[in-house]
């Protein structure tokens, strides 16, 4: 069996390298902090195994502990070197090796600002169309943005999974539900239906459908044509916790449900501005309306650009609107773990740096213009997606104009983890000057 060993190495600044099965929770005994924790590497190969903890001898033990030199720190002395094998025999990690790394200043973030290009995912997915198909097993033919320091996990960053799902002329994606909270936005196209508990919801250019967790839902392209949208989900979040849960369905959606209407029912009920159903009761987490159209997020948009232009309050900064969707029973965040925004900057405009606890994942809508996360800056155009990493001062200036964009803005649609960092009373936000 492939030894697993943990090193402690306080000049290793930030690098986590695991074997291609070795994830970061197979370590029970280290559990949550070997992610967060930038001095610790785990070395191993594919397929290595989880060590019996309950026989571990000092030989074995993932804990590996190296008496250093060093301000603040014990003197190297015999007496020393025999504590910390015992520590490494009991499993056991002090605190004053560590607190620089578990307990920095500021966020460290183990994600890093990173920009995919929407030219290049929707080419990729295209060709997966082709050769992969959407079955059991699969279940979607969904392509997860990977960031590259997150040690190959499919992961946007350590909490938000972002993804392109690409559907295929006349084909369905079979129905399941799963506890991760999820939602669908469309950059491009129409054509399919998402079918959630039996209400059929169309989705078309500019929309965002949310989806709480533990809901059935299926897809089916009623089109000649193929459909690209993206996906966002906690599914990093509920790994690293722990809480997830998952159970396929039928096989197949009904007659009754495979029919195209305009509206969903949840529209029908829950869409009208200001107003809420007297007669639905409201119990489940997330927002019971299904579908956030394009036509009402555009138009606060410009009326709040509108009212900054005629001398009213209204924007966040000047030429910069933006608008988050909220649960029309409570004013709420749509999901609990997830926070949805939509940004418009006016041609000219360049945004303050801010940053925030927590991680974002935005997509270029509309338009383009020029991105600066931390140290990294990118010229952006239409689909592209860019991750912000927690307490990366994120920037954007506006290059749009009226041949690159519907609006003559750019336009930045956003999700984050923020619910989740609110609940803790950890959320926390700077704006540069």
Known sequence: MPALQLEHDRRAQGVVRAGDDVGWLDLRVLIRHVESVPSCRILGSAGATRPNVSHMTTTHSPVRLQAVSAPDQPDVTPALERLYRGFEQELLVPLWTEIGDLMPVHPRPRATAHLWRW??????????????????????????????????????????????????????????????????????????WTVVGGDPVPMNRGDFLPQAGWNWHAHHNATSEPMAWIDGLDIPFQYLTEAQFFEFGRDEISVKERITPERSRSERLWGHPGLRPVAVRVDAPGSPLL?????????????????????????VEPGHAAVRYSNPHDGSDVLPTIRAEFHRIARGTQTAPVRETGSSVYQVFDGSGTVTVGDSTWSVTRGDLFVVPSWQACSARSEAGSTDSDSGALDLFRFSDAPIFEALRLHRTHKDV
């Open 291 to 315: 579908s956030y159209k394009w036509q009402h997020t555009d138009a606060a948009l410009k009326d709040q650009l509108l009212l900054e232009k005629a001398g009213y309050a209204g924007t």
């Open 119 to 192: 030219e290049s995912l929707l080419r990729l997915a295209a060709q997966a169309g082709e050769i992969v198909p959407v079955g059991r097993g699969g279940e979607r033919r969904a392509i997860a943005l990977a960031n590259p320091t997150l040690g190959g996990r499919p992961f946007a960053t350590a909490t938000l999974w972002a993804a392109i799902q690409y559907l295929m002329p006349d084909e369905d994606a079979p129905e399941h539900r799963h506890t991760q909270n999820a939602f669908r936005f469309v950059v491009e196209g129409s054509g399919v």
